[in-house]
């Protein structure tokens, strides 16, 4: 088993950042790959970022120049460190975590506003 704790949500105006943690914990040896999914009000799910075990990294088209996934392997903990927050980025954001099964943690609000 494998949990995933989120934390790094809140309100901000547009044009600002935020960060985004995710801190594993439990059987993560057997992680291949983390990453960032959101759900914004009446949408599906979608992915917004990954990064494997080797440190590469996919990032969703409105994501690419303003988001960035990394990871601290030492703390077992990815970021998601996102830049020039537009209002259309309004969502939960969910960390998950692909390993033996696909591991989800509770979401983060983020919500870009003025």
């Known amino acids: 088993q494998v949990q995933l704790v989120e934390s790094g949500g809140g309100l901000v105006q547009p044009g600002g950042s935020l960060r985004l943690s995710c801190a594993a914990s439990?059987?993560?040896?057997?992680?291949?790959?983390m990453g960032w999914y959101r759900q914004g009000p009446g949408k599906q799910r979608e992915l917004v970022a990954t990064?494997?075990?080797?440190?590469?990294?996919n990032y969703a088209d409105s994501a690419k120049g303003r988001f960035t996934i990394s990871r601290d392997p030492a703390k077992n903990t990815v970021y998601l460190q996102m830049n020039s927050l537009k209002p259309e980025d309004t969502a939960v954001y969910y960390c998950?975590?692909?390993?033996?099964?696909?591991?989800w943690g509770q979401g983060t609000q983020v919500t870009v506003s003025s």
């Open positions: 439990g059987s993560i040896g057997s992680l291949n790959a």
């Open positions: 998950t975590a692909l390993g033996v099964r696909v591991y």
């Open positions: 990064i494997t075990r080797g440190g590469s990294t």
